[in-house]
């Protein structure tokens, strides 16, 4: 699922829950969909620039080779 879907469906569903909530005359949530909407963006900021960091990721030349090497002997050794 995209980030963007998933994005309108949580606001969707909290839109539709303060609005049944509003309807049962029950009280309505304490935040707006534009403080859902930052919630949830720092939410994916912060697990993508985990990820991010726990990932090993290359740009050098070097580095792209020496991955390719390790690699290799990765397969060597399993294979």
């Keep these: ?11 969707l569903l909290v839109s539709l829950s303060n609005q049944l909530l509003a ?3 029950k009280e309505t949530l304490p935040f707006t969909e534009a403080e859902v909407y930052q919630a ?6 912060v697990i993508s620039s985990l990820i991010a960091w726990w990932k090993n990721n ?3 030349e070097n580095a792209i080779l020496a991955d390719d090497y390790l ?3 990765k397969e ?4």
């Design 1 to 11: 699922m995209k980030k963007d879907t998933l994005l309108r469906t949580i606001l």
């Design 23 to 25: 309807i049962f005359g």
């Design 40 to 45: 949830f963006s720092a939410c994916l900021t």
């Design 58 to 60: 290359s740009f050098t």
């Design 71 to 73: 690699k290799a002997l």
């Design 76 to 79: 060597r050794r399993h294979g």
